[in-house]
C-alpha cells in the first residue's frame, strides 16, 4: 500500500450503496450523500448546498 487517506463523511444516504468488484478482488462502492451544509457569500448571503445530486 502506497499510502492511506482517510476522509470522514457525515451525513445521511441517499439510497442504498452499490458495491462492485473490479478487476485483482478490488471492491468499490459508490453512494449518494445528502447534507445540510449551507454556505456564505462574500456579500453574506446565505445559499443552501444543492440536494439530490449524485
Given at each position: 500500500?502506497?499510502g492511506l ?6 451525513g445521511?444516504?441517499?439510497k442504498?450503496?452499490?458495491?462492485q ?13 445528502a447534507?445540510?451544509e ?5 456579500r453574506a448571503?446565505?445559499?443552501?448546498a444543492?440536494?439530490g445530486?449524485?
Open positions: 500500500m502506497r487517506n482517510k476522509v470522514t463523511l457525515i445521511n444516504l441517499g442504498d450503496p452499490e458495491v468488484v473490479l478487476e485483482g478482488n478490488m471492491p468499490v462502492a459508490k453512494f449518494s450523500l447534507t445540510s449551507s454556505f456564505h457569500t462574500k448571503r446565505c445559499i443552501p444543492p440536494t445530486t449524485p
